[in-house]
């Protein structure tokens, strides 16, 4: 017997990182189920609030580093992920009871494909509703971007496989992620003017939640110098994501500006005991803010107790804030008081000095996960599914 020995060919592609006060971009290679960080770059830039008017700073970006990266690397890398460089983006998360009609046999691979477009027929139902009534899209205005079944139960015991098995009854959270179709459309011109490919459009939301906190309920804050993104887990699964207006570049600016300071300054004693007055206004804010959308997104469920912020720096000043609130005075339901906990990243060795890029690396983590699983059958047949919508 003879055995023929066969290269496993890498897969190397774009991360892009935008809508933050830098574009960053990373050359990442995927092979036998690892991942290499290659070559990364940042181009500092600032975005303003109209997506239209930003795509050509964006696109300029990109292909600045993709200009130097080919020229260092030798090489042409026509494949790329990149994020949501703009406001809009929704989140619906289902939980879906399926009874089979016929136990007689195990589940085949048609079966699977009934099963699973049935549970996304009823999803997406249930998520142009509730995106119609909140913010008065409708379905045929929206892009499908992630299709992703989170857990899976049958007859009550927790499963990540169901092809071949025999149950009667099968749990399923499935969420949806979407983006207005004509944002979806900004992005393809981005690819287009890059003359790239995009395999995959991956909200740094959806990501930097899927890393490895160790806990099942999570709230994790994304304070950005444009935005600030509010993510929430409960046993497990993203319920919902939420950009918000309220971000803290204006905070440096105007300490900046009254204090005659550059903002590099201003980032480097932020969490010292200086300009309280204004910090103190911001914080005010934010707290408002956090805890209407946290209400918005909770109603009646219990508010996580441990919290993750992601920002251009550690924020201190933000954690000790939030940290000593009581949020059941904001109309919020909690058992505990509030604590920061950090995730697993087992390419990162200090993430608190790697934050400002962590978008980044959770997208490359995700990304490597996006690979493992394009064998599987319920990613298949997901994959199936998708390009009809």
């Known amino acids: 017997m003879s055995f023929k020995k066969q290269k496993i060919e890498a897969n190397i592609i774009w991360i892009v990182d935008v809508w933050t006060y830098k574009a960053r971009v990373a050359i990442t290679k995927y092979q036998n189920r690892d991942l290499e960080l290659i070559w990364y770059w940042e181009k500092r830039q600032d975005f303003i609030n109209n997506c239209q008017e930003n795509l050509s700073s964006i696109t300029e970006a990109i292909r600045d580093s993709i200009k130097k990266a080919e020229s260092v690397w030798k090489t042409n890398i026509n494949e790329l992920i990149i994020n949501i460089p703009f406001q809009e983006l929704f989140f619906e998360t289902s939980k879906i009871n399926y009874i089979r009609k016929d136990t ?11 099963i699973i477009l049935e549970i996304k027929n009823i999803s997406l139902k249930k998520a142009f509703k509730n995106i119609k009534q909140d913010y008065s899209y409708d379905k045929n205005q929206l892009k499908l971007i992630i299709c992703n079944i989170s857990n899976i139960i049958i007859d009550k ?7 071949w098995k025999n149950p009667k009854e099968i749990n399923i959270s499935i969420l949806n992620i979407f983006i207005p179709e004509t944002k979806y459309d900004n992005i393809e011109q981005i690819a287009k003017n890059l003359d790239k490919k995009i395999i995959k459009i991956l909200p740094s939301e959806y990501a930097v939640a899927k890393l490895d906190y160790n806990k099942k309920n999570v709230v994790i804050i994304d304070l950005g110098s444009c935005h600030t993104s509010i993510i929430v887990k ?17 905070l440096i600016i105007e300490i900046s500006k009254k204090y005659s300071k550059t903002r590099a300054e201003v980032i480097d004693m932020i ?7 204004e910090k103190q206004k911001f914080l005010e804010i934010f707290r408002d803010v956090i805890t209407i959308s946290l209400e918005e997104i909770l109603w009646d469920k219990i508010c996580p107790s441990n919290f993750f912020m992601i920002g251009w720096w550690s924020n201190k000043f933000v954690k000790k804030y939030i940290s000593e609130l009581d949020f059941n005075d904001y109309w919020l339901k909690t058992t505990k008081k509030i604590s920061f906990i950090t995730p697993n990243i087992e390419y990162l060795d200090d993430i608190d000095s790697s934050k400002s890029n962590l978008n980044i690396f959770s997208m490359m983590k995700w990304s490597l996960d996006f690979i493992k699983r394009q064998k599987d059958p319920i990613e298949d047949t997901l994959k199936q599914i998708m390009n009809d919508y």
């Open 271 to 277: 969490d010292e005991d200086l300009f309280l007055e």
């Open 104 to 114: 007689s046999k195990e589940i085949d691979s048609e079966e699977l494909k009934e």
């Open 157 to 163: 015991i927790e499963t990540k496989k169901i092809l």
């Open 234 to 250: 409960q046993k497990g699964n993203i319920i919902w994501a939420k950009k918000i207006s309220v971000w803290i570049r204006e």
